[in-house]
């Protein structure tokens, strides 16, 4: 198990010396330094504990990928998300909202790190509709299923499965979903949320467009390589979503770009690690219900994501709901997997 997680052991000894040095050189005192330390620990635990579900998603589709897609994931992809969207992502969001240069939005976010908080912030809204939006297209997709192999909890997914084949209900679902959280924000906010969320819809079904027309249905080696690619933008996408929550959450702690770049840095490493474990040793198919929980963790990170624009989740308590469910999805698969067993031996 180890040999999958020493290079974000390795990455975060680096990391956590190169936030040392950084404390140090603002604040000229150990107490300050150790006080940085402390974030970054804290935002890399954060992150991990918001992103295990993301892991599971991930591996649940990275297991019928082509093996050069992925491990193109596994190393551009992740690095994309390390430094993209923790680090690129809060920038860019700081250009738009503000009319300012990439120069400008870096010098803004160094010089004055509570403008470049205040204007993260206000894009709060916005972020939590496109990926409530997303997110809740996903998770509802993988249990609106009729031909999926096993049923965790029957009393969800029987009936949904039963309706699996009317055109659109997912989106229906969302589009309603969205409509009642508007109403529950001011006039401004609503329409800044409905617009973000049509555009997560949108996104949505843009990658799945891509991902039809590169999949064909008998698929050749340069074919495989297109569906390859949709898939790989399907995660991309996936994961960026996940990221909303925890960049938004980093600010509770801290609103430097830099610490906030380390820390979720660090998490965001142990959550490839965490992909690679899954894939490497085929747990999702080992462990039948963890996809299941996976799913479901993504459902309700999407409707904690509506409930934030007009009601503050901790981020702890998302961390917690999406381990919880991860977890007894796990100790349900055991104990089928022993049931079978023991039948078999009968």
Same mark, same amino acid.
């Given at each position: 198990? !180890?040999?999958?997680f020493?290079?974000s052991?390795l990455?975060?000894?680096?990391?956590m010396?190169?936030?040392?040095?950084?404390?140090?050189?603002?604040?000229g005192t150990?107490?300050?330094?150790?006080? @940085?330390?402390? @974030?970054c620990?804290?935002l890399?635990?954060l992150?991990?504990?918001?992103?295990?579900?993301?892991?599971?998603v991930n591996a649940?589709?990275?297991? #019928?990928? #082509?093996p050069?897609?992925?491990? %193109?994931?596994l190393?551009?992809?992740?690095a994309?998300a390390?430094f993209g969207? %923790?680090?690129?992502?809060p920038?860019?969001? =700081?250009?738009?909202?503000?009319?300012?240069?990439p120069? #400008?939005?870096?010098r803004?976010?160094?010089?004055?790190p509570?403008?470049?908080?205040r204007?993260v912030?206000d894009?709060?809204? *916005?972020l939590m509709?496109f990926?409530g939006a997303?997110?809740g297209?996903?998770?509802?997709k993988?249990?609106?299923?009729?031909?999926?192999?096993?049923?965790?909890i029957?009393?969800?997914?029987?009936p949904?499965?039963?309706?699996a #084949?009317i055109?659109a209900i997912s989106?229906g679902?969302v589009?309603?979903?969205?409509?009642?959280?508007?109403t529950?924000l001011?006039?401004?906010?609503?329409?800044t949320?409905? @617009? $973000?969320? @049509?555009?997560?819809? !949108?996104?949505?079904?843009?990658v799945?467009?891509?991902?039809?027309?590169l999949?064909?249905?008998?698929p050749?080696? *340069?074919?495989?390589?297109? $569906?390859g690619f949709?898939?790989?933008l399907?995660?991309e996408?996936?994961?960026a979503?996940?990221?909303?929550?925890?960049?938004?959450?980093?600010?509770?702690?801290t609103n430097?770009?830099?610490?906030i770049a380390?820390?979720?840095?660090?998490?965001a490493?142990f959550?490839?690690?965490m992909?690679?474990?899954? =894939?490497?040793?085929?747990?999702?198919?080992?462990? %039948?219900?963890?996809?299941?929980?996976?799913?479901?963790?993504i459902l309700?990170?999407? =409707?904690i994501?509506y409930?934030?624009t007009?009601?503050?989740?901790?981020?702890v308590?998302?961390?917690?709901? *999406?381990?919880?469910?991860i977890? !007894?999805a796990?100790?349900?698969?055991? %104990?089928?997997?022993r049931?079978e067993a023991?039948?078999?031996?009968?």
């Amino acid at each position: 198990m !180890l040999k999958h997680f020493w290079g974000s052991f390795l990455f975060t000894a680096i990391c956590m010396a190169l936030g040392g040095w950084y404390g140090w050189t603002m604040s000229g005192t150990l107490e300050g330094t150790l006080s @940085i330390l402390w @974030i970054c620990a804290v935002l890399a635990v954060l992150e991990v504990s918001l992103s295990f579900d993301n892991a599971a998603v991930n591996a649940s589709i990275l297991k #019928d990928m #082509d093996p050069v897609w992925q491990q %193109r994931f596994l190393t551009w992809g992740i690095a994309i998300a390390v430094f993209g969207m %923790r680090v690129v992502f809060p920038i860019v969001i =700081v250009m738009v909202a503000a009319s300012l240069g990439p120069v #400008d939005a870096v010098r803004l976010a160094l010089s004055d790190p509570a403008e470049y908080q205040r204007i993260v912030s206000d894009a709060h809204i *916005g972020l939590m509709g496109f990926g409530g939006a997303f997110l809740g297209m996903v998770g509802l997709k993988f249990f609106f299923d009729s031909e999926k192999d096993h049923d965790w909890i029957h009393v969800i997914e029987r009936p949904l499965a039963k309706v699996a #084949d009317i055109e659109a209900i997912s989106i229906g679902l969302v589009l309603a979903g969205t409509w009642a959280t508007s109403t529950m924000l001011a006039d401004a906010d609503a329409l800044t949320f409905i @617009i $973000a969320a @049509i555009g997560g819809l !949108l996104t949505y079904l843009a990658v799945e467009i891509v991902n039809h027309v590169l999949e064909p249905p008998t698929p050749s080696s *340069g074919d495989v390589a297109k $569906a390859g690619f949709g898939a790989f933008l399907y995660l991309e996408v996936l994961d960026a979503s996940f990221s909303f929550d925890g960049v938004i959450g980093a600010f509770a702690l801290t609103n430097n770009l830099i610490i906030i770049a380390i820390g979720l840095g660090i998490g965001a490493m142990f959550v490839r690690s965490m992909t690679i474990f899954l =894939v490497r040793k085929g747990t999702m198919s080992e462990y %039948r219900y963890l996809e299941h929980g996976a799913f479901y963790a993504i459902l309700a990170l999407a =409707v904690i994501m509506y409930i934030n624009t007009f009601a503050h989740i901790p981020e702890v308590i998302t961390g917690l709901i *999406g381990a919880v469910l991860i977890g !007894l999805a796990f100790w349900s698969s055991v %104990r089928a997997n022993r049931a079978e067993a023991t039948a078999q031996v009968a």
